[in-house]
């Protein structure tokens, strides 16, 4: 077992994380507070919100793994979710075992699981259309009866129940209990397993048969409630079943089958449960330490009582031994079968749970008291000084972060406690920001409890150089890593419930300052202007909330030029001294005239413009600045493509390459390659970084993945370098590809090399220039090439393993919605109605070929000379594909003004010489052999949504720093109006 987690299993475990976080977290007071309301047994309207949330976003049905070739009854139902293996699902099972609900919300809950997975390899094609397609909708529930009150039911094959075949039915009679589900009011089918042939083969007596719960016969007698706890609306109920018919098809794989059947269902459920169960544990274990953090005793907390350590310690080791166990159990399952792995999962049944309570039966939770306010945290921040922001000295993930910020949901309040209540999402200060050390001053890392609020007012201020071991210690104590906490009501303050709580954990501190006024006073948007006066540690926060709110242009005014600098560093666009005469002329000539917001550093709106200071120096100019609204995106000044793209810079900062290193991986690997190297940068590249080598052998270009965490399966350069590969081969013009290296310690990621393609770049649509003749030339050679390139043979190329044959728009949209959700940071309309749009729309594919991904005008390089296709450049989302995604991408520049790059839409086309569409379309249908196009408003709703997807993870690439190109901010300020557009064609398409 390779206890290193691959990528797929962590995405997945993310985004099972990442929603509880965001979505089921936040509501889980009003889900038990709905659960309690009224009648027991109820649908909950939260869980259904929340259903169609997730299913929306494609977090659904995880739970069935791949057949790994076990044979079905019928092949012929696909069933929709994205085939986890039982190790992949096992950790998603994990964090859904964290929040009670959430199971559910992802349509992963029990017994839903297993009896989907019987319907799907034991089921009919009947079977499936009728029960498995509206249980894997979400639409109704269903209950396993299997339990039986008079007899041992963990050995199967000693139910009664009774199963008689009578003619074209099946007469069923028997008593079943703890039939878990069967009391939710769309429990619709039921599995029941009994026995047709008494006198058979020990496991060759039971049968299963499907059986509708409002079926004559079927008497629910009552729920089983453990310690008073009924679960409503799930419930565990006791069933009687008196004659109830069933038609004779309702049986599953024929009589005799059932014991084989629950031995196949068996295994996975274990797994589900007992991570679950995994999950559990480690929200007892949060809570554990919280409280032992919070009591003293014998003048020290509990937790430093000899006894807790050895319990805690005891703790952590019981968890990390049985999540091993569980782990390893459903790795042998996918690798060698449920069967060589009985004993595994035999041994998790009993592991899983008698860890968990021995656990829980340590863990109390505080009641808070008159003026006390009791938090379920979600997320901290960071500490005060200025450095934390920048330089991440503590890398552990949420909600684990050193800090004194956090935000979170309240449970409980005191008796007097008037500012809050039980669901309100709130964020809270640990301590107070001293503001007068030499690490507040100077911005220095350190870890600053001065302004501590428990301190004696005559105790001198505490400071804590980062790196000392007593800092985790004092910041358990502050209860900065405490799932669960208590704060003054004073300490809490209620924000908005929209605004993700990893956001908010930022403004903790600065919640009455600077960032809380940037999200909630200025309620700033993005693209908005914000002018930020002081960049001590309040403004830098300020500075960094506008960052994460999307404001275009950010102005730092100080008149110390180190807290400039680390103004810059942290987002700021511009800065200004802010003693300078001019520094509001100067703050008002870098925003074109005025600014959205001015922020004081103190963290509030500058009441009169660019607020004075004690010297009056903005006093003059104050009056100037005024509220303006940002200039949308698309009305912005165009991009000067010749200028931003064009030529070659000298690699910065993280864009330097071991040049030494490089050369000597070019030596061993690119035939005839001679060093010493010159190496620079290409201005252009958003995505993956292209850099150009000079040497006496010849020249070359290299291209890289980005540093820095990235979305799965995005800036594949293995994918490029092999797409080119086997084109080159047809003879199809791509450059020559001289080597490949996946070992991330020659330049810091992957990356390839191939041979510099002499020629000219067209950036710009109009090609100012050229004259009609030649653009006609220039556009019917890139629509000829396009069609060249969807009649190579596949096969040819080497590419049969390039992607999947079929359902190619509707594997795009699932892809471009998990990049966007993933790098999301707004929430847009027009994407959430896209979302669900587009997959209910998908046109029907009729061709296959390879599909460049981005094609357009200015990817691909022309002779000097002549309008002749050289080489076609930037295959990162090239696939294999239906060629009409290509085509319809190319023909967005119809539809799409110029700006400066290859839009056409508001050039005259005639005077310049460039086909109207209607031209382009037949050359290209006469090319290929196709009769023509459909209708485009869809394609063009999918492309300009995809457009916005990729946007979107530059614009995440900008927020993390993580952007090379130094032109990816304003190519992130395109999301929205993206968005805008894909919306408006999806209208015209019938949305």
């Known amino acids: 077992m390779d206890f290193e987690p691959t990528e797929r299993q962590v995405y997945w475990r993310d985004r099972v994380r990442n929603y509880i976080d965001q979505h089921i977290r936040p509501r889980t007071a009003e889900f ?217 098809e309702n049986i599953l794989l024929g009589e005799g089958r059932g014991f084989e059947i629950a031995q196949g269902r068996l295994g996975p459920g274990r797994i589900h449960h007992c991570m679950r169960t995994v999950g ?108 934390h922001f920048i330089e991440g000295a503590y890398p552990h993930p949420l909600p684990a972060i050193p800090g004194h910020e956090a935000a979170g949901v309240v449970e409980k309040v005191g008796s007097e406690v008037r500012t809050v209540k039980p669901g309100d999402h709130v964020v809270t200060c640990l301590s107070a920001f001293c503001g007068h050390c030499e690490f507040c001053v100077t911005g220095r890392m350190a870890l600053c409890l001065g302004g501590d609020t428990r301190r004696a007012p005559d105790q001198p201020p505490r400071i804590t150089r980062a790196g000392d071991r007593s800092v985790v210690n004092q910041m358990l104590n502050l209860s900065a890593f405490a799932e669960m906490m208590l704060v003054h009501e004073h300490a809490c303050v209620k924000i908005d419930p929209e605004m993700p709580l990893d956001r908010a954990a930022v403004i903790g501190c600065a919640v009455t300052t600077g960032a809380g006024t940037v999200f909630n006073a200025c309620k700033v948007t993005p693209g908005e202007t914000v002018a930020v006066i002081g960049c001590g540690g309040v403004g830098l926060a300020t500075i960094n909330a506008a960052r994460i ?87 912005r000044e165009a991009i000067d493509a010749e200028t931003a793209f064009v030529g070659t810079v000298a690699p910065e900062g993280a864009d330097k390459l071991d040049e030494a290193r490089l050369t000597e991986w070019l030596e061993a690997n690119v035939a005839g390659f001679r060093g010493p190297i010159e190496l620079t940068k290409f201005k252009g590249g958003q995505s993956n970084p292209t850099y150009r080598i000079v040497s006496p052998s010849g020249r070359y270009v290299l291209r890289r993945k980005p540093f820095g965490p990235l979305l799965p399966s995005a800036h594949a350069v293995d994918r490029e370098y092999k797409v080119q590969a086997g084109l080159y081969k047809t003879g199809f013009p791509v450059a020559r ?129 002549r309008a002749e296709v050289l080489a076609v450049l930037d295959w990162e989302l090239s696939t294999l594909g239906d060629p009409l995604a290509d085509f319809m991408y190319v023909a967005l520049a119809w539809v799409t003004d110029n700006g400066g790059r290859s839009g056409v839409q508001d050039l005259d086309r005639k005077a310049l010489g460039i086909p109207e569409l209607d031209e382009v379309v037949e050359n290209y249908c006469r090319a290929t052999g196709r009769d023509g196009v459909p209708d485009p408003n869809w394609y063009f709703a999918y492309n300009f949504f995809r457009l916005a997807g990729i946007m979107q993870g530059i614009k995440k690439r900008v927020i993390d720093g993580t952007a090379s190109s130094a032109h990816a901010t304003a190519m992130s300020e395109r999301v929205s109006p993206l968005a805008e557009r894909a919306w408006e064609f999806a209208v015209k398409a019938g949305a």
């Not at 003048?299 to 990390?320: C, F, H, L």
């Open 549 to 635: 709110a999307g404001a275009g242009r950010i102005v730092a005014a100080d008149p110390m030029p180190e807290k400039r600098e680390l103004a810059m560093k942290l987002g700021a666009t511009d800065t200004v001294d802010a003693l300078a005469n001019d520094a509001a002329a100067q703050i008002l000539e870098m925003t074109g005239g005025g600014v959205d917001h001015a922020i004081e550093a103190v963290g509030r709106p500058a009441s009169a413009g660019l607020r004075a200071d004690e010297e009056g120096r903005f006093r003059a100019q104050r009056d100037r600045v005024r509220r303006v609204t940002a200039t949308p995106p698309s009305a």
């Open 737 to 865: 590809q001289y080597g490949l290296s996946t070992d991330d310690t020659v330049v810091g990621s992957w990356f390839y090399v191939m041979a510099m393609v002499d020629g000219r770049t067209i950036w710009n649509g109009a090609m100012p220039d050229a004259t009609p003749e030649q653009r006609r030339a220039t556009y019917s050679a890139m629509i000829e090439t396009l069609a060249r390139l969807h009649q190579t043979p596949i096969a040819d190329a080497g590419l049969d393993d390039f992607g999947k044959p079929g359902n190619y728009f509707g594997r795009q949209v699932e892809r471009w919605t998990r990049q966007y959700k993933l790098a999301e940071t707004e929430t847009m309309p027009e994407m959430e109605r896209l979302i669900e749009w587009l997959p209910a729309t998908l046109p029907e594919q009729t061709r296959t070929s390879v599909v460049h991904g981005d094609y357009r005008i200015d990817n691909m390089i022309y002779a000097p000379d």
């Open 280 to 387: 559990v544990a480690e929200e007892a274990i949060a809570k554990m330490a919280k409280r032992l953090q919070s009591r003293v005793a014998f003048g020290k907390t509990i937790a430093e009582q000899s006894v807790w350590e050895q319990r805690i310690a005891q703790a952590r080791i019981d968890i990390e031994m049985t999540r091993l166990l569980c782990l390893k159990a459903a790795d042998m399952m996918d690798k060698v079968g449920n069967k060589a792995a009985a004993l595994e999962i035999a041994m998790i049944k009993v592991q899983a749970p008698n860890m968990a309570l021995r656990i829980i039966d340590d863990v109390k939770v505080d009641n808070p008291g008159p003026h006390e306010v009791l938090i379920r945290t979600a997320a901290c921040g960071l500490c005060h000084s200025d450095l």
């Open 32 to 248: 038990y507070k709905q659960s309690a309301e009224g009648e027991r047994w109820k649908v909950i309207p939260v869980v259904e919100e929340e259903k169609a949330r997730a299913k929306a976003q494609g977090i659904w049905n995880l739970f069935m793994p791949p057949q790994s070739g076990r044979p079905h009854v019928d092949d012929s139902f696909e069933f929709e979710g994205p085939g986890l293996t039982n190790l992949e699902y096992a950790m998603c099972a994990e964090e859904m075992g964290r929040a009670g609900w959430a199971s559910e919300v992802f349509n992963c809950s029990a017994p839903d699981t297993g009896n989907m997975e019987v319907l799907h390899r034991y089921g009919t094609r009947e079977h499936k259309d009728r029960w498995l397609k509206p249980l894997m909708d979400g639409e109704i529930r269903s209950a396993f009866l299997m339990t039986e009150p008079a007899v041992a039911s963990s050995d199967a094959t000693n139910i009664e129940c009774s199963i008689k075949r009578d003619g074209d039915e099946y007469v069923i009679n028997g008593r079943k209990w703890w039939s878990s589900g069967a009391g939710d009011p769309r429990c619709k089918l039921a599995i029941v397993m009994g026995k047709t042939d008494f006198e058979a083969k020990r496991h060759a007596q039971q049968s299963m048969v499907l059986m509708e719960l409002d079926s004559p016969g079927v008497e629910i007698v009552r729920h089983l409630p453990v310690f008073g706890y009924d679960d409503a609306p799930h419930g565990h109920m006791d069933i009687i079943l008196n004659d109830v018919r069933v038609p004779a």
